[in-house]
């Protein structure tokens, strides 16, 4: 669905209010064919995507849209969750110890990556944490908390060294024939990665694509020094910004608790499940990572936000290419704190 092809266009999406920066210098020679801008929005996955997308004229621009939608709905049902038929629920209903079975080269990419993170993180990004996250979905319909011993039964299901990958067959195999996997924290990041490279692939260098609180940006818009993208103040996810990046061929990946909470008996509770624990974050935050792709920060916005501020901090500190953004509440006066890896401020611009 086409949205716009105007210069300047607001969004909000996930935690992130995305704001195409124009005006800003651009580059010395203009474009030989003069390029447009085309907006296209769609939901999915239970939010809305976006493609932003600089194009000759508006039949490119369609097609161009098009295509990438159709690779997002191809992934989706490779991944999703709540689809019985998607490849990761098939997984789950038909591996076991001694069972290993073949995947896509889709979803053996994110399954990879996902344990590359757990193992780095220490368990705090877990994709088989799904035993815990139906719990949680029950929990905000019903407003009332798991019981202890339902979230120590769902616990025994969920630990990332269950999952095996093999290489050489490009297969995995579970330990468990009950085990849940859910790539809600991961799988958003890989699909706006896709999409980029369709664009890039069909010869839109110029694009940019949204995901809820992911982001992924390609080469700087044609009059522009780079994407601007406004990081929502805590707590406020639609007001204005109060810092800005401008970001080229990059990605950024907010996680946080401003849309996914429930409050029980006075305690808000986040979206995000501590695989420890079983139980849903009461610290306020949002983190904001900044990195190469979409695939490589997704899932570390969520391993931080378990983390929480001072471990998360230094985990982001110790990656390459990473650079990391948290705010927390003072718990005494209610105040956002922030901390910020060493390098995040060369992504910062004034407003």
Same mark, same amino acid.
């Given at each position: 669905?086409?949205?716009?092809?105007?210069?300047?266009?607001p969004?909000?999406? +996930?935690?992130?209010?995305?704001?195409?920066?124009?005006?800003?210098?651009?580059?010395?020679?203009?474009?030989?064919?003069?390029?447009?801008?085309?907006?296209?929005?769609?939901?999915?996955?239970?939010t809305?995507?976006?493609i $932003?997308?600089?194009?000759?004229?508006?039949? /490119?621009?369609?097609?161009?849209?098009?295509?990438?939608?159709?690779?997002?709905?191809?992934?989706?049902?490779?991944?999703?969750?709540?689809?019985?038929?998607?490849?990761v629920?098939?997984?789950?209903? $038909? @591996?076991?110890?001694?069972?290993?079975v073949?995947?896509s080269?889709?979803?053996?990419c994110?399954?990879s *990556?996902?344990?590359?993170?757990?193992? %780095?993180?220490?368990g705090?990004?877990?994709?088989?944490i799904?035993?815990?996250?139906?719990?949680?979905?029950?929990a905000?319909?019903?407003?009332?908390?798991?019981?202890?011993?339902?979230?120590?039964?769902? *616990? #025994?299901r969920? +630990?990332?060294?269950?999952v095996?990958?093999?290489?050489?067959?490009?297969?995995?195999?579970?330990?468990?024939t009950?085990? %849940?996997i =859910?790539? +809600?924290g991961i799988?958003? +990041?890989?699909?706006?990665?896709?999409?980029?490279?369709?664009?890039?692939?069909?010869?839109?260098?110029?694009?940019?694509?949204a995901?809820?609180?992911?982001?992924?940006?390609?080469?700087?818009?044609?009059?522009? =020094?780079?994407?601007r993208?406004?990081?929502?103040?805590?707590?406020?996810?639609?007001?204005?910004?109060?810092?800005?990046?401008?970001?080229?061929n990059a /990605?950024?990946? !907010? @996680?946080?608790?401003?849309y996914?909470?429930?409050e029980?008996?006075?305690v808000?509770? @986040?979206?995000?499940?501590?695989?420890?624990?079983?139980?849903?974050?009461?610290?306020? @935050?949002?983190? $904001?990572?900044?990195?190469?792709?979409g695939? !490589?920060?997704?899932p570390?916005?969520?391993?931080?936000?378990?983390?929480?501020?001072?471990?998360?901090?230094?985990f982001?500190?110790?990656?390459?290419?990473?650079e990391?953004y948290?705010v !927390?509440?003072?718990?005494? $006066?209610?105040?956002?704190?922030?901390? #910020? !890896?060493?390098?995040?401020?060369?992504?910062?611009? /004034? =407003?």
């Open positions: 669905m086409l949205l716009s092809k105007t210069n300047r266009l969004w909000v999406l +996930g935690g992130i209010w995305g704001l195409l920066s124009c005006g800003l210098a651009g580059a010395d020679e203009a474009p030989t064919i003069p390029l447009e801008r085309f907006h296209f929005e769609q939901p999915l996955m239970g809305y995507v976006s $932003t997308v600089y194009a000759p004229d508006e039949a /490119a621009a369609n097609t161009a849209s098009e295509a990438v939608f159709a690779r997002m709905q191809a992934l989706v049902d490779i991944m999703s969750d709540y689809d019985a038929d998607s490849e629920r098939r997984l789950c209903a $038909t @591996s076991g110890p001694g069972s290993p073949a995947v080269e889709e979803l053996w994110v399954l *990556r996902s344990l590359e993170v757990a193992e %780095q993180s220490e705090a990004f877990d994709v088989t799904g035993p815990c996250v139906e719990l949680w979905r029950d905000r319909r019903r407003r009332r908390l798991p019981l202890p011993e339902q979230l120590s039964t769902a *616990r #025994e969920v +630990g990332w060294e269950m095996h990958l093999n290489g050489d067959c490009r297969t995995v195999e579970l330990e468990r009950d085990m %849940q =859910d790539l +809600g799988a958003k +990041g890989y699909i706006a990665d896709e999409s980029l490279r369709v664009l890039r692939e069909l010869g839109f260098e110029h694009s940019m694509v995901i809820a609180g992911d982001i992924v940006c390609g080469s700087a818009p044609p009059d522009a =020094d780079g994407w993208i406004g990081i929502a103040p805590l707590g406020d996810p639609e007001g204005t910004p109060e810092r800005y990046l401008l970001l080229e /990605a950024v990946s !907010t @996680s946080g608790d401003a996914r909470f429930v029980i008996d006075g808000r509770y @986040s979206h995000l499940i501590n695989p420890a624990t079983g139980m849903g974050l009461t610290q306020s @935050s949002s983190v $904001t990572v900044v990195g190469p792709n695939l !490589t920060i997704d570390l916005a969520s391993a931080i936000s378990i983390l929480g501020p001072e471990r998360g901090l230094e982001a500190s110790q990656l390459d290419e990473i990391a948290i !927390t509440l003072d718990p005494e $006066t209610g105040d956002p704190v922030s901390v #910020e !890896t060493d390098g995040f401020s060369e992504f910062v611009i /004034a =407003d």
